[in-house]
C-alpha cells in the first residue's frame, strides 16, 4: 500500500488527482494507494501570481514530507495561479511531488487565458478573487473554486488543469517508488 499525502482538503483538488490515480491503477503503473488529504498551515496567497504558484505548490509538498515522512511514499502539493506570457494573462496549475528519497517531481498544466474583461477589472485595481466571485453569483455558480468553468460558462473545467499537473509530475514519481 502506498501512503499519498496531500497539502490540500479541496474537494476539486482531491478528485482531479483522485483521477490521475485510477488512471494509473487501471493501467497497471500504480496497485492500491490512500490517499492521505491534509491542511497545510502557512501563509498562501488566495491567487498566487508568477512563480508563486510553483513555489506554494512546492511549499506544500514540503511541510507534508517534514511532518510525515516516516508515513508516507509520496507527497502532493497543488496550487492553481496567474502567470504573465507573452503580454497575456493565464491561469494554470502546478503540482510537486516529493518522494520518500526527497526526489522533486514537477509537472504544470496548459493555462486558459483570462477573458480581458477580467484583465481589465484587475487592472482597475480588483481582486481576481473578488471578480470570480462576483461572477458566480451573477452566473448562480455551484461549484466553489472553478474558475476555469466561471471563465467559459462552464464549458472548460479547472478540473482538467489540475488533472494535467498531476499526470505531468505524478507519473515519475510512481515510477521511482
Not at 485510477?22 to 497497471?28: A, D, E, G, R, V
Not at 491534509?38 to 512563480?51: H, L, M, Q, S
Not at 509538498?61 to 502539493?77: D, H, I, M, R, T
Request: aromatic fraction near 10%.
Amino acid at each position: 500500500m502506498i501512503n499519498i499525502f496531500v497539502g490540500t482538503t479541496s474537494k476539486l483538488k482531491l478528485n482531479a488527482l483522485e483521477d490521475v490515480l485510477n488512471s494509473f491503477k487501471t493501467s497497471n503503473l500504480l496497485t492500491e494507494y490512500r490517499l492521505l488529504p491534509k491542511k497545510v498551515n502557512g501563509t498562501f496567497p488566495i491567487t498566487p501570481y508568477g512563480k508563486e504558484t510553483f513555489t506554494f505548490a512546492k511549499k506544500r509538498a514540503q511541510k507534508l514530507f517534514e511532518e510525515f515522512n516516516q508515513k508516507g511514499s509520496l507527497f502532493v502539493g497543488i496550487e492553481s495561479g496567474l502567470v504573465k506570457r507573452n503580454g497575456y494573462l493565464f491561469e494554470e496549475c502546478w503540482c510537486v511531488v516529493i518522494d520518500s528519497n526527497k526526489k522533486l517531481f514537477v509537472g504544470y498544466s496548459s493555462g486558459l487565458s483570462l477573458p480581458s474583461a477580467i484583465v481589465q477589472k484587475m487592472k482597475k485595481g480588483h481582486a481576481h478573487a473578488d471578480i470570480l466571485a462576483e461572477l458566480d453569483k451573477e452566473l448562480n455558480a455551484t461549484s466553489v473554486n472553478e474558475t476555469w468553468g466561471t471563465y467559459t460558462k462552464n464549458h472548460i473545467q479547472r478540473h482538467e488543469s489540475i488533472k494535467e499537473s498531476c499526470r505531468n509530475s505524478i507519473f515519475f514519481a510512481i515510477e521511482s517508488i
